[in-house]
């Protein structure tokens, strides 16, 4: 059911702009926002690129081909089939993107690889139990990896699992999943269980306009 919700999700989505206000034709948006907010340098990865990263739920993959240009070796795992085939369909010039389909939890369960960062952009960090994936993060990450990840800050009073709606149009009800919505302090106290002393957790503000949502951005070590 989840990788149907998804697939739904996947189609009715647009495709990443070919440049971003800059100009560029690749970059990194840890918002829902676009323009906005910080980019990959909050990964802490080696500047001369051969980083080793993972992106949980990559989606349609923008920003891990973004880090895939910058020489850096990416993975991307999604569950849904009609997310990365748009993937590789836009990103197929870039041999140091491996996009898989497979759970992110599974994918962490199997893996051997070490990764100098691995990350999620309203991604399966958002939409899996932190108790499996927290942890399961820290095992294929290197010592000073970063964990870093974003996604909408909880509604007040609304905290833990949430029920979570991608819509199917008027004839069906919606496919429901669940997120997990914490607060930036609670999020902090799960990792430093999970064997991350060391973490930021802040809500970034949106940027001018009719929107008020900010993006809460994690990041771990
Ligand atoms: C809201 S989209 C974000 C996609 C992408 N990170 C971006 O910023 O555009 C969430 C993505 O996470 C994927 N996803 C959700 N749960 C997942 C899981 N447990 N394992 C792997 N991927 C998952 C979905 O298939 C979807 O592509």
Redesign the pocket.
Known sequence: M?TAA?DA??RSRPDRREANAKGETTWFNWTQYPDHGPGSEVLDLPTEGNGRVL??????G??AAHLAGSGHRVTG????GV?LSAARRRWCDRPRLELLQ????QYLHESDEEFDAIY?????LW??DPAVLLPAARRRLRPGGVLAFSQRPPVDGCYGPQAAHIDRGPDHDPYVLRRWDHSPGTWQTMLTHAGFPHTTATVLPAPPGPQQTGTLLVTAR
């Open positions: 989840q998804w999700y996947a992106d949980l739920g990559c989606g349609k923008g920003n795992v999604d569950l849904s997310q497979k759970s992110a939890a999620s952009v309203f991604g399966a939409f899996t």
